[in-house]
């Protein structure tokens, strides 16, 4: 398993392109499905996680060629409508081709999938919603097993807490079901207001996308298109915050910080510049030493839960005593030990963690647990003295593309060490 060894201490200074985001990439990948024409999706990550989707469309019968950034996806027919476990047990965004298959086939079998590591995460919603659409669902052996063999009908959805992949789902079978139908307590990621960009542009009926009340039309099919996937705001957060960790300036190419809701004004809390430039965001760092804040995480356009493992790395040098609420999901504190093998003063309780800044960290090996937990101990290693070796970087291979080179071309000694 590759490493990263980290020297820490020295300033960022340069350009950084932000990649198209992966959760947005994952879910208009999962359009393709719905149409028999193209769709090409341009600005798409080389990530672990998107190859890992690919792979399972494929086996779909989806046809895929993946030039630069751009992938074309071509489902002229669906050569299966079984979704197997061992390509959705990984990653758990593999399971919204449920909704496509069953809109488009009347029927799947999708294994119930996996993902990070980060507390139960159930798909309770998503099922309840395509079960309201009328479709027919059974579980057995970790399998769901949806039919509907007249077509789906438009319903009224109202979910009891934001939830963005059942929004998405819903929005992905609802395109093609019959009628109207409306979600209520809609999540309203900018994610989402880009599948309902990209599908729109398909032939689809979407209004709403990026409030609490979707409505969506349904149509008889969809033709192919050309989609350019939104920038990738934890990325752009992430390295703002690296920023605020080591000193410098970065200019963040394609960056949108209008996409950070509520983690933009916390990182100008923080003591960063974070500024509007052509094409980009320039981030600079106008403090000696970050000051503590405290942060909940919520749903956009709050602080993203994504974003909360790297606000705790900042935190962890910063001036004061911060506080951070998890308020997402359940057991997302596992990078607090591994920040306190460098040093840092975190104690947990509960959903609530309690940072007290100290003047440095200090570089130590150890492990990252999931994807922006990862990104955590690369901050923190990056501003600690001496070396830091992060284990298990496929955590990181999964969400941040070339990561280790887009932090060398701006001055950090980092590099990757083969198993
Ligand atoms: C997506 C993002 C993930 C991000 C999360 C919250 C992708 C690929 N992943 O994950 O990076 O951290 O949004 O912004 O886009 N829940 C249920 N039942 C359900 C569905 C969700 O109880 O059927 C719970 C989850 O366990 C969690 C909360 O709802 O506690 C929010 O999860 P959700 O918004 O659905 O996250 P994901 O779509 O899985």
Known sequence: MDKLAIIGGRPLYGVIPIS?????????MAASLLSDQELTL?????????DMLLRLLNQHGVASVFENSTLRLRAKDIASTEAPYDLVRKMRASFNVLGPLLAREGKAKVSLPGGCAIGARPVDLHLKALGAMGADIELDEGYVFAAAPDGLKGADISFPFVSVGATEHVMLAAVLAEGRTVISNAAREPEI????VCLNAMGAGIAGAGTSTITIDGVKSLSGATHRVLPDRIETGAYAMAV??????????????????AGLSVLEETGLLVEPVDGGLKVKKQVDRCRAVDIVTQPFPGVA????????????????????????????????????????????????ATVRGVPRLKGAPVMATDLRASMSLVIAALAAEGQSMVNRVYHLDRGFERLEDKLADCGALIERVKD
């Open 244 to 261: 605020g960790a080591t000193g410098g300036e970065l200019t963040l190419k394609g960056a949108d910080g209008s996409l950070l809701g």
């Open 20 to 28: 198209g985001a992966k959760n947005s990439a994952l879910k208009v």
């Open 305 to 352: 839960t994504d974003l909360q493992a790297q606000f705790m790395a900042l935190l962890a040098t910063a001036d004061g005593v911060s506080r951070i609420k998890e308020t997402i999901f359940e057991n997302r504190f596992m990078h607090a030990p591994e920040l306190a093998r460098m040093g840092a003063q975190i104690s947990v309780d509960g959903q609530t």
């Open 42 to 50: 341009e600005n798409v990550p080389r990530l672990a996680d998107v």
């Open 193 to 196: 207001a880009d599948l309902a």
